[in-house]
């Protein structure tokens, strides 16, 4: 019963390093998507997808990049990490119909000192 | 544009008391409404939803919401608040789109 995994859990990154935050979901979801959380903010979407090859900005992509080559996957990746960038990050997925809640991972917490 | 509020940060209640966390809503179409909660360190987990149909949805560890379209409210509710419903509850919505719009959530404290 693995659901949305996310890796690593935790991180420390310096300014101006690069990283990739990996989700992998084993339910066959076609739409994936990823989250900050900040403190009192609630999640705002980064970038989604609606199936493989297909990706969408959400309300805060800048800074980020992300891929979809398959299903399962769909990692994050920061260019030139800023003190800005440190939150928590969720992964979630979803089958496509509106109706259909999201699953999601149990974060990434990240530090950009 | 599709919104969510969530007006109070804090709700605290006693132990078996009732609780309600309340949430309304702005769309411009027919909402599709969930709530969900966060324990600490752990990712959100899915309550209920409500899609259409009966106004009050029940969802998992006793919970149930109410929907009420003239008030755009979907206010969270338990008849009798146990220590271990203390977290993060988060209202979201969902129209035809591909987003989910969430509020800012609101911290349960159930106080033994």
């Known amino acids: 019963n693995a659901g949305v995994t996310q890796t690593p859990k935790f991180r420390i990154l310096k300014i101006g390093q690069s990283m990739t935050l990996q989700c992998a979901q084993d339910?066959?979801?076609?739409?994936m998507y990823w989250y900050r959380q900040d403190p009192g903010m609630g999640l705002k979407l980064i970038y989604y997808s609606v199936g493989a090859g297909i990706t969408d900005k959400g309300e805060v992509p800048n800074g980020y990049n992300v891929s979809r080559s398959t299903t399962e996957d769909f990692p994050l990746r920061l260019e030139l990490a800023a003190p800005s960038q440190t939150s928590v990050y969720f992964c979630a997925s979803s089958q496509g119909s509106s109706n259909q809640p999201q699953h999601f991972g149990d974060g990434t917490r990240l530090s950009i000192l | 544009a599709q919104s969510v509020a969530q007006p109070e940060d804090q709700v605290n209640v006693a132990e078996g008391n009732p609780l309600t966390v309340k949430c309304t809503y702005s769309?411009?179409?027919?909402?599709?409404l969930f709530w969900y909660v966060q324990y600490p360190n752990r990712g959100l987990q899915f309550l209920l939803k409500?899609?259409?149909?009966?106004?009050l949805v029940k969802g998992s560890y006793g919970f149930e919401a109410e929907f009420n379209k003239s008030q755009t409210s979907f206010h969270l509710k338990k008849p009798s608040a146990l220590v271990s419903d203390s977290a993060l509850y988060f209202c979201a919505v969902r129209e035809t789109g591909n987003q989910f719009y969430f509020g800012t959530g609101t911290s349960l404290t159930v106080i033994p």
């Open positions: 409500y899609i259409t149909g009966d106004n």
């Open positions: 769309v411009s179409g027919n909402p599709y």
């Open positions: 339910m066959n979801h076609n739409y």
